[in-house]
Every structure is written in structure tokens, then in C-alpha cells.
């Protein structure tokens, strides 16, 4: 070949790669609207885990031990199984609480086709163990009581939580499961849980995470063999007879590892990680992350030494509350007493993206608001077959798929060539997702979410499975469906709204409407909003199914309740103000309860079938916690109403409270049935009877009893074995402001609820509803308001909330102005940012509504920065060895009881008092710099506290 044809092919070969990296670099995303998203069911109950079987059936698991099937071809959804499974934690001293474990998670056998198997996680119903089972599924039947127990996990059952539960197989057959730490976090203010006093093991996550001979706090790696044992495969992190280790990890240092995916191509394994809850970094180490991490092989990934990209947590004693030195990510060493494995750590591992409550410096894309991450799958079109219809296009190759609980979005996130974090972008950015707690691609490569709903332990109304189409050609309609009204009494009428389909190709649509009651078709309308009226009790499924002229469709649906009007719960404060709690006052409050069928309260509703509960929130509070707290006042309640329908049924003619008669006494069968989840099971007991289990004498039949009315009275007698709520307050009366001595200093929240649960009747169960009523401290932080524009979070070297360009603000939702007479507002402008200085205009409902107050002029000062605390000496950091007595801890001099320490801000701006014009009612609240000077990327001020005053 001679040079002029090596030179030409040379440059061939060079425009080739410019034009192809030209293609990549150039590559956009698709159209949003190019991805349809369907709900194909809601009003689940707790639903954990989704699977796929190769017959296009979805199986998914709820917590309190259904296993249900929904088969797309009939859009029908079953119970195919269930588990009896623990539900609740019992404290040492008698406080049963409703608890995160159950049934946990479910895997698919990657030989389903042949042997038909599952792998459930669950929390064993009567000993202190999660355990992973193998069980077959024979049609549509699982086959539970032919279980073979593959592996257990010692777990407590005092204290709130962290259980784990994801599974995944690789493409060996080796399973991975996530297994939470299962600590406790209540007396750490949000830090590491590493408290090393006698009788405290279950607040040193020392003993779980951090320990290499125990299973809490990890990832697990196993090969599950035919006879239902396992094997260890080669590549974990400690070899098999490796002393004081187990072999089955393959990643430790985990708080609550949640969904577990792995990248078919690499190996590599992908999981959310829900972080702790400190909202400010202080002396004991850095404030909460939650974490998207990355393993491209087994390691330590730092809890509870370390947390994010390995911020060190202080060695902090729990005895004397002093502060010793930060742990060392290079060297961990893990000296509690509570540790019974390795005292040498390996090195730990950095997370692959982390993120605060507010703002994240690495990642702002991410928002500022609460946090949990949950997980997601990396796409690869090879992993579906070459049939598949709607398979993502080829700009996600490769990408990993993240989606957050609760702020509710999907990030698409870019890896380089190595595997390593490349960047981010939002998924469907106008969609939301929220409560997701699993994302998985189907086998034909569609995307689903699974939906647990927006209230903890219960079911909820938007517990849902949502599927996510890609639409290449021609597109499905994207379906709303909403109603006048949802439930009503007989006759009852309502207007049905298709208001927000839309066709992205411009097609019009055809509007179709199928009610169905128990299945059978009742009723078929047309329409884009026709009116629907029913004259039978019941529930009705209303589906609406739109239509482009091509024949390509999709539904919406929604569930109508007729024969039984919900409820009307609320709180009234006949005076004084509804945002907020002003310490040293009192505030009048009244609950007021009505409902169409039963009454109002007083009269037709009895005062004790009505629950009022109030409670404390301290800044970095846990929402489940603040649930479990709730929900146990639910049930107090409702088992009130079942010793009513007792007393009025021909059950004391066989049973009494506290002795056997002809049959058990209640109180036999509350301790019997202990921490089991026997609702189901009992409730059918008493309709259907039965016999064999308290002897020979038979129970009656009792047909004539509701199944509701049945779990009510179920509820009263397994009610008998526990503590009742200590939070319940009378239904008219005064809130005092008082907090509590453990959280004095802190700036949390009053949440005060009301709850009515109607009498229901023979064709409808009853309906629950509830009001809040939620009373925060006049102090608002401008790092968590609701609303921001043009801000500039910065974390280091110290807090601030720049505030940056024209007219930036900062806004929060519906406030109650009733009596506020002036705000404190804190701001400056300082030199050495090259801040304008300016107004803070106060406004309500928008950037430009009503001006009702505004500061002084904000001038340009030479004020210095701020800086952190000093930390407190201790050389002798380490807790009391076991068998020392267990004492309060004392705070260290100088710090409010109850704070976790943190950045406070040395000599920051004073206050300025703005009086404000009178206002009454809620409204949204903003803060608005002002300075018509300023440049597009110039800071004006920098706002640091508001505080409202009466």
C-alpha cells in the first residue's frame, strides 16, 4: 500500500471517529411524552417487593404477609399465598409498637421455568429472626407450608429498625440480600448509634454493621443449592474459616441497604441506602446522608464510622457525653464490647452519590426535602430479547435508574467507561413517583414502580403499581381519570372527568367508561365527562379507556364507594393561631366528628370511638417513629368498638375477660396469639366457627356477623396483651406548649391528630378518616423552606443562604398570620462576597402578591464569617465495658439537652423586628430580596433566620 493510501485511509479513519464521538456527544434525550405512564392497580397494602415470572404474571409481597399476583392479560390482581409474619416490636418495657419488618422481599429462582421456586425474606411470627425461605408456586397456589429454610438472621424485637430485603440473582445463580441493621437511632440525636454502655447493645450498631461475624447491617452473598441449603461462592469479603467472620458477606458497614440491582454486564452491585437523620454537621461528626452506592466488588462501606464520601464520625461516649477523636476511613477499628468479630476493619469505602436534607453541594440536582433512597436497575438492551416492543431507546444504555421515596423523582444517572459517576439527569422530570420502594424492568423491558403510599402501616389510596411504556412510533394516550366525589350514600350520584388525557400526536380520542361491581359489568358510558349514578351499595370500579383512531389505547381507573359516607374529621381552634405553638400559651382546640350515616359526635357517635393523640417531633425526626405512635392510638380505638360489638353479640355466653368459661378466655387468646398476624385467620373464625384448638367443644358459626365487624372484635381481644397509647389527649381542650425534658433546646414540631373510623354497614366496610393539625416553632429556617428562587445554599466553610440575582425569595405553604404582629428577620450583606445588599420584602401568595411588611435597608458590612464550635476534649472516649449500670447520659457543658450539637453561626447578623400589616387566615409566605441594581449572579443578602412574633 503506498503512502497516499495509507495517508487517505488514515483520515478516513479519523473523520470516521470524529463523527461518531459527534453522534455520542450529541445524543439527546427523547421526548417525555414519548413514555406513557399507566397505573395498572392502587390501593395496596403495604406492598415491599415486585418480581416477574416468565409468563408475564407480576408478583409482589406485602408486609403483613399477602403474596399477590396481577396478571396483565386480565388485569385482575389475587392472593396467592400468605405468610404469617411478625408485625410488631414489644420495648423492654412493655410498649408494643407496630414495627417495619414483615414479609420483606421476594426473588424469582433463575430456573423458574423448570422448578417453579421463590425466595421470600420475612420476619418469623414468634422468634427474633428474619429468615429466607424457598417455596414453589403451582399455578397460581404458593405452597407455604412446604417451605425449606434456607437462611436465618438473628434479629431484636424492642427497638425501631432497618430491615433490608432486597434480592437479585446474578447470572451464576449466586442471590444477593440486603439486611438492615436492625439498631436502634432514638438516643444518638441523629449521629452514629454507637453507645457502648451496659444493657445498650441495641443502640451500638457496633454489634451489627460494623461486625464481621454477624449478618445485621449487610449484603449477603450466596449460591442456594437444590436441597435448600447454600453454598460460598468464591469472591466474598472474608474467605470461608476466616475466624470471627461469616462468609456470607459481601459487602458490611450498612445502615439500611433497601433495593438491590445488579449491572448484567459488569457484575457490579447497585443499591439505596437510607442514611441518619442529623440535619447539621456538629462536633460528633456530620449531619445525615442518604446514599446510591456502587460495589464493583466486596468492601466496607463505613457505617457507623463513616457516612457519604467517608465523613468521619467522633468517638463519642454515651456514659459521660464527651467527644473523642474522629474515626480513621484508612484504618477502622471496631473496639466496642459489643463486637464479638474482627477488631480490624478493612478500609472503608466511599458512597457513589450521597445527599443531605438540604442542599447538596456534589449533587444539587437532587433537591433539598426529606430523603430515602430506594434503588433502581441499570439498563442494558441486551438484557431484554430483540422482540421486545417498547424497549428503551439506546441513550440509556448502560445508565443507571435511581428513584427516591420521598422526594419522589427518577435519575437517570451516566457512568463512564470504568464504571465510575459520570453525571445526572431527572427522568421524566414533570412526573412524580413518590413513596417509591422498588423499580425493576419487566422481561420485555417496560419499567415499573412499585408504589408503597404516602401513610406509614397501613394501606393507602395511592399504594399503587405504575408502568412505564416507551412509545417509539405511535403513542398511547397518556389517561386521567378523576371524580366529583368518591364515595357517598345511596342514591349517589357523581361527575366523572377525563380532564388531562392527552393524545402527544394530536390524535383525537375516543372516551369509553366501564363500571364494574365484584367483577361483572354493571353500567358502560361515553364520554369526556359523563355523570355516573348508582342505586346499589357497594364498590365500583370505574376504568376509562381512551382511544386514538389507530386502535392504540390505555386506561386509567378509580374505585367509587357507594351506600356509606365517609366521615368529616376536624380539628377547630376557635381562636389563636393554627401554624403555630408559642411556648409558655395554651391553645384552645375542639375535636368535631359527623358523619351521614352515624351522627355527629355526641350524639349517634360515641366520644370514645373517636381518637385524639399529640405528640413531639424534634427536629431530625423519623416519620415512622412519629407513626408507630399514631397508629397505636388506631388501634386502642378500634378496639374499643370491637368490646362494644362483643357486648352486644352472644360471645360472653361461652367467654369471659379473664376466665375460662365453655371456651378460652380473652385474655388466653390475646397471649396465644401474641406478635402473630392473625386478623385474617381469626376473623374467619368467628363467621365460619370451628374447633380443636381450645378442645373439643365446638365455636358456633356466626354468619350473621360482617367480616368488619369480625376483625373489630378480633382487634379488641388481641388488643388485651398490649400497652395502651400514652399518647392520647381528651377531644376538647388546651395544647400547652411544653417541651418535652429530653428535647429541650430543639425547635420541633406539635403533631396533633383526630381519627374517626364510621360503623360502616353489611355491604360496605367502614371508612377511617383523620385530620392534622400541625403547630412548628415560630423559628423557620431558611435552609428548609417550601418555595425557593435564585438561592445559593453553601454548607462550608459555614452555613449560608445566599440569596442571589433579581428578586430571589424564599417561600412556605399556607401559614396562619392570625395575630402575628412583626418577624425578627436576620440577613446581612457582607464585602467579602461582593453582596448588593437590599430589601427582604415580605409578600403573601406570590413573589409579587401583597406587600406586608419589608425591612430596613440591608447595607454592605465587613462582618466576618462565621465558624463551628469548638469540640470538647476527651481522652478517655471510650464507653463503660458490660455489667457497668446504665445511667441517663449528662449533657456536655454548655449544650442544650436533646441537640446533636452543630454549625452555629459566631457572630452572625441581629435580628431585625419588621412590623407587619394585619393579616388573618393561611397563607403562602414569601420572603423576597429586593435590589433592582444587583447583577444577574451577585448576591444580595444572606438571609439566616426568621423568626414570627405575636
Known sequence: MNNFTMGKLMRLLMLSCVALWSFQGNAQAPDENRFVKSVLMEKLDEPMEMVFLPDGRILFVERKGDVKQYNPSTKETKVIGHIVVNTKYKNRVGMVREAEEGLMGIAVDPNFKVNHWLYLYYAHPTESKHILVRMELKGEELLVDQQKVVLEVPTQREECCHTGGGMVFDKSG???????????????????????????????????????????????????????????????????????????????????????SIDSKTGYIYWGEVGPDASVDSDRGPRGYDEFNQAKGPGFFGWPYFIGDN?????????????????????????SPNNDGLKELPAAQKAFIWYPYGTSEEFPLVGASGRSATGGPVYHRSDFPTTAKRAFPSYYEGKWLIVEFMRGWIM?????????????ERFLPNQSFGSAIDMKFSPDGDLYVLEYGSAWFRGNDNARLVKIEYQGGNRKPSVEVSAGKLSGALPFKTKLSSEGTKDYDGDKLTYTWTVKNQGKVVKTLTGESPELALNQAGKYQVVLKATDPKGLSNTASLEVQVGNESPKVDIVVPSGNKSFYFPGQKLAYQIQVEDKEDGVLGKGIAPESVAATIDYIASGYDPIEMSQSHRKADSDLFASVGLKLINQSDCKSCHLPNVRSVGPSYQEVAAKYKGQNVLEQLSAKIISGGMGVWGEHAMSAHPQISKADAKSMVNYILSLGDKKANNNIPLAGEIDAVIPKENVGSKGVFVVRATYLDKGNSKIAPAQSEKWLLLRHPSLDPEKADLRFGIQQLITPARATNMVGQNPYIAYKQLDLTGIKSMDIAASAQARTNASGGVIEIRLDSPTGTLIGKTTPIAVSQATGFGPPPAAANTQQKGAPLGTPTTAP?????????????????????????????????????????????????????????????
Open 311 to 335: 465523613k468521619a464520625y467522633a468517638d463519642y461516649n454515651f456514659e459521660n457525653s464527651t467527644v473523642g477523636p474522629r474515626f480513621n476511613p484508612a484504618k477502622p477499628l471496631n473496639e
Open 890 to 950: 449528662t449533657p456536655a457543658a454548655g449544650a442544650p439537652a436533646g441537640q446533636g450539637g452543630g454549625q452555629r453561626r459566631m457572630g452572625g447578623p441581629a435580628p431585625v423586628k419588621v412590623d407587619i400589616q394585619s393579616v388573618s387566615g393561611t397563607h403562602d409566605v414569601y420572603f423576597v430580596a429586593v435590589n433592582p441594581q444587583t447583577a444577574p449572579q451577585q448576591i444580595v443578602v444572606q438571609i439566616s433566620g426568621i423568626e414570627v412574633k405575636e
Open 174 to 260: 449466586n442471590l444477593f440480600l440486603t439486611v438492615g441493621n436492625n439498631t436502634s437511632n432514638s438516643n444518638s440525636d441523629g449521629y452514629a448509634p454507637i453507645d457502648e454502655r451496659a444493657g445498650q447493645a441495641y443502640w451500638d450498631d457496633q454489634r451489627g454493621a460494623a461486625n464481621t461475624n454477624n449478618l445485621l447491617g449487610k449484603i449477603l452473598r450466596i449460591h442456594p443449592e437444590k436441597d435448600g441449603s447454600y453454598t460460598i461462592p468464591k469472591g466474598n469479603l472474608f474467605p470461608v474459616g476466616t475466624p470471627k467472620t461469616r462468609p456470607e458477606i459481601y459487602t458490611m458497614g450498612h445502615r439500611n441497604p433497601w433495593r438491590v
Open 412 to 424: 437517570s444517572v451516566t457512568l463512564d467507561e470504568n464504571g465510575n459517576y459520570k453525571s445526572m
